[in-house]
């Protein structure tokens, strides 16, 4: 069994999401960021970390990545051979590099920073993040999920980022990304790890 590790309502969710996906079961380890029970997984104390087995592993795109390609029959993953590997890893990169920073730097600015380096960046970070969704949706091109027609881990990483920015209140200034956040966000998988998180939660 799996051992997902860090806090309900992080980034921890696009693991539990994976892995409802899925169908493979797991168990939640609680542990706060920059906690000791987290830096034992990870010595940066970031989450969230996966435990597979001996096997631990950190950063959540990677995680989802792992995940896919292990489970490859359950249809997560790339599409086979050298070019599909690079387009899964490419959305990868801009989901976590360029349409996730604005919302992560709204969100250091404003809980996360001690309090005499936090700034109001909140008109920049929604300047910035209005480009990368007019961004997502030249990517997407049209296309039901980022790989085409099916749902894939990248949906996963940039589903999650579209959660983030609806509870952040940032403006999806495009009819084809609201579109695409409502059909991954609506995904029944992430209702159940979405009831997972509360459950650990309340525990």
């Not at 590099?97 to 919302?103: C, K, R, V, Y």
Request: net charge neutral; with cysteine.
């Amino acid at each position: 069994m799996y051992q997902a590790v860090g806090a309900p309502g992080s980034r921890l969710t696009r693991v539990l999401w994976m892995l409802e996906e899925l169908g493979e079961p797991y168990e939640i380890v609680k542990a706060k960021q920059h906690s000791e029970t987290m830096r034992r997984y990870n010595p940066s104390g970031k989450m969230p970390a996966l435990v597979d087995g001996d096997f631990v592993l950190t950063d959540s795109a990677a995680i989802c990545t792992y995940l896919s390609k292990k489970h490859a029959e359950k249809g997560f993953g790339p599409e086979p051979g050298l070019r599909g590997e690079a387009e899964m890893e490419a959305w990868m990169q801009f989901a976590q590099s360029e349409l996730e920073a604005p919302l992560w730097n709204k969100l250091r600015h404003k809980f996360i920073l001690p309090e005499t380096y936090r700034a109001d960046v909140s008109a920049a970070t929604a300047h910035d993040f209005a480009n990368e969704v007019k961004a997502l949706e030249a990517k997407l091109g049209g296309r039901t999920y980022a790989l085409g027609d099916r749902f894939s881990a990248a949906d996963v990483i940039l589903g999650h980022c579209g959660q983030w920015a609806r509870g952040g209140k940032f403006a999806v200034e495009s009819d084809e990304v609201n579109a695409y956040f409502e059909r991954v966000l609506g995904r029944p998988a992430l209702a159940r790890a979405r009831e997972r998180e509360k459950e650990t939660a309340a525990a």
